[in-house]
């Protein structure tokens, strides 16, 4: 029933003529070379451009290797408070009706469709240190905006649905019969989470990481409003990029972007890997769902 | 029904991962967000229309309209074209496109900047052998809607591509059957059920243009009143610590993101009704 062209044989009659079929192969072929190939190649010739000492010169400079802790250090908060929150919105929605659910689901949502820039302006306008809430901070020593809290707030902000949204259809579709099967024969809360709600969306969880980090590395915008770009202290990978680019320092923004290039194909390869892991999950156990619902 | 309900009562946890849910949405989302409505309130309603409507913004809004509505209809074409190769042909490298198709999500906004400025400058790749067209992509407004196209790329063919390879092949095979020629199967059998996915798609990669800030800034030149995007408009104002300007702008931009979201929420609803039936 749930056909992948791949598996099943050809049908008389929805074959499409050889010119239209190499033809439209083609287009898809010259647009996406024009949109992602061309550019995913330039960011290594440009990064190469003057060398590889110049490159490796460029990455391990003490204010790139300032720019990849902090971007490292914000995806080590971001990533597990959002993917904490993912597991607790994912099981509330997933394993229980109460009123408002559908309205809970959009407010989750928000983030995605908000800019980024406004994103960090939001937080300049509550934390800044003209807001009453960030004066009263600065006047106990507390710099939020300007500074790394800042950064990681904002960051916070726009990866906060990614886990979420991954985990509640999965939580969905596993289903919640071994939970209770497990609460039934005397386990606790706890006892039941680690051994059996875990283990049973773990390639979910996995995948959500790996999207929420993907975009908490990668973030420009919100963070760029933010950060006020103070040199080798606030700034993260992204940002760099964007300094030494405006300091026609080409070949070190290149080399830079680079890393990040690598890391965005990384994201893409495990993305793919996961989704094959996730996927069966859902199909194995949707079917049973099906036949209870009809 | 009964049973379902009484069987969930079973599992433990529910006002805790409530409470917590509620609490981190407030406390990240909801608070945050709501600020900028609070600051809104208290510009005068003069102050409020001179920033909205002032013709700077007047022409970034147009602007980032504009060239978000040329992205997303770009990506519909060939966003469409590159789901069908996808599903319905064999051809080598066929899976490293499927998963390439997802690099603008996962690539760094600004790495996208510097880099598609870099190709379609008049120097660059692709940019020299349009230069001696007249046709000028970087610091254009052209530039921007080669940014936002590639920002909105992946949304279109990830929406329709399920669509078409959940999509029964009897109905196209009756079509022909029944004397249809291909083109006629496709405008008539086809097509209808894709409709509700491919809007949904256009509205998806539209609503992330219209945000987009990081590959514009490079690429666009923010000249004033010719390249110069809303986001972009924002962020300039805010570095004035022009902060009422800024918000008033920010709230007219988040109140058509809001639009945009319902929209297709709809969309989505109507899609997933024609694909039950």
Redesign the interface.
Known sequence: M?????A?PK????A??SW??IA??A???V??S???????I??FA?ALQKGIGAYFAAIVDPEARAAIRLTLMTAAIAVP?NV??GI??S??IA????PGKQT?L??????????????G??????LGV??PLGGWLANHGIRIIFAEPGIV?AT??VT?PLAARELIPIMQAVG?EE??AA??LGAG?WQ??FRVTLPNVKWGLLYGMV?CN??A?????AV??VSGHIRGHTNT???Y??IL?NDYQ?AA??AV?SL??L???A???A??YLERRVVPVKQEQEEPVVKVAA | MAARTKRKNVLPGFGLTLGFTLAYLGMVVLIPISTIFFKTFTLSWPQFWAAVASPRTLAAYELSFGASIAGALINSVFGFIVAWSLVRYEFPGKTLIDVMVDLPFALPTSVAGITLTAIYAGNGWIGRYLAPLGIKVAYAPLGVVVALTFVGLPFVVRTVQPVLEDLDQEYEEAAATLGASRLQTFILVIAPTLIPALLTGFALAFARALGEYGSVVFISGNMPMHTEVVPLLIMSKLEQFDYAGATAIAVVMLVASFAILLCINVLQRWSSRRLAA
């Open positions: 749930n056909s992948k062209s791949q099943e049908r008389p009659g929805t499409d003529p239209v079929r439209l192969i287009t898809a072929l647009f996406l024009l949109f992602l190939f061309i550019p995913v330039a960011v440009e408070l904490t929150f607790a919105a099981w509330v394993r229980f009706d109460f809970l959009t407010l989750i949502d928000i983030p995605f469709s908000v800019s980024p820039v406004i994103a302006m939001l937080f300049v306008l509550l003209r807001a707030l916070i902000f906060f919640s939970e209770e609460i039934v809360g039941m989470f999207l993907a975009r590395m990668g973030e420009f915008g760029s409003v990978m992204p940002l990029v964007e680019y080409f923004a290149f972007s990040l290039t890391l965005a194909i994201t893409l390869v993305k793919y």
